[in-house]
C-alpha cells in the first residue's frame, strides 16, 4: 500500500512536471478541438445567461474560456503551466476580449471558495491527475465552488472496460477511468447528469484503435 502510494506520488510529480513545461495544451488534431466549440455554442449556451461566471480549471492556452468571453461571460481560468498563461492572456489582449488567466494548479482551487460560479470546466483535466482520491477531491470543492443549479463541463477520454487504463509517452501521463464508474463517481458528488456527447465520430472509431477500447465523451451536469 505504501510503495503504490510512493509510485502514485511520483508519477504525479513526472504529470505536473510535463504540464509545467508544455507548449501547447493541444494534443489532438484542430478539427477535435473545434468539435468542442461547436458543442459549446450549440448545448451549452442555451442554457446559460451572458453574464455568466465562467471558471476554466487547466485553462491552457484559454481557448474554451474564450468562446465564453465572446459571449460576454466574465471568464476565469488556472493552469499550471506559465506559459499557456502567458499565451492565454496575449490572445485574449489581441481578440480585445476580457478574462482573466493565473497561473495556479487544479489543488488550489479552494481559494476561490466563496464566490458563486455558474460553469465550472474540466475539459480534459482529470486524466492527468494519477491518483483518483485527488479526482475525489476535485469534485468535491468544485461542488464548493458552483452555485446550485450551476453547470460543470467534463471533457475526458475513458475506457469501455471496467478497470481504469493508464498510458504513458515521453513524459505524458493519462488515465483513462472506467467510464460507467467515473459518471457514476461524479453524481455521487452531487451532480446531475443532463447531457452526453460523444467526441468521437464514425471515422474516428473506423480509423483509430484507441477508440476500439476507449471513448471521449464530453458532459454537462448540473450542481443539485
Not at 48 to 61: A, F, M, P, Q, V
Not at 154 to 180: I, P
Amino acid at each position: 500500500m505504501l510503495l503504490q502510494f510512493l509510485k502514485n506520488k511520483i508519477k504525479s510529480f513526472r504529470s505536473e512536471s510535463y504540464w509545467s513545461r508544455a507548449s501547447s495544451s493541444e494534443l489532438a488534431p484542430q478539427e477535435f478541438y473545434l468539435r468542442q466549440e461547436n458543442v459549446l455554442r450549440s448545448r451549452v449556451f442555451p442554457l446559460i445567461s451572458e453574464h455568466s461566471r465562467i471558471l476554466d480549471i487547466g485553462c491552457g492556452s484559454g481557448r474554451f474560456g474564450l468562446v465564453f468571453a465572446e459571449k460576454g461571460a466574465y471568464v476565469y481560468g488556472i493552469d499550471i503551466a506559465k506559459n499557456l498563461i502567458h499565451e492565454a492572456r496575449l490572445v485574449t489582449k489581441s481578440r480585445g476580449l476580457k478574462a482573466t488567466f493565473e497561473v495556479g494548479s487544479i489543488d488550489s482551487i479552494r481559494h476561490l471558495e466563496g464566490e458563486a460560479w455558474d460553469v465550472i470546466l474540466l475539459l480534459g483535466v482529470c486524466s492527468t491527475l494519477v491518483d483518483s482520491k485527488s479526482v475525489a477531491m476535485v469534485y468535491e470543492n468544485v461542488n464548493r465552488l458552483l452555485r446550485k443549479g450551476g453547470l460543470l463541463l467534463v471533457r475526458e477520454s475513458l475506457s469501455l472496460g471496467t478497470k481504469d487504463e493508464s498510458y504513458e509517452n515521453k513524459g505524458y501521463l493519462a488515465v483513462y477511468r472506467a467510464k460507467d464508474e467515473y459518471i457514476d463517481s461524479i453524481m455521487g458528488a452531487g451532480f446531475q447528469l443532463i447531457d452526453l456527447i460523444d467526441m468521437a465520430t464514425d471515422s474516428d472509431k473506423a480509423t483509430n484503435p484507441f477508440f476500439s477500447t476507449k471513448t471521449n465523451l464530453f458532459m454537462v451536469f448540473k450542481k443539485q
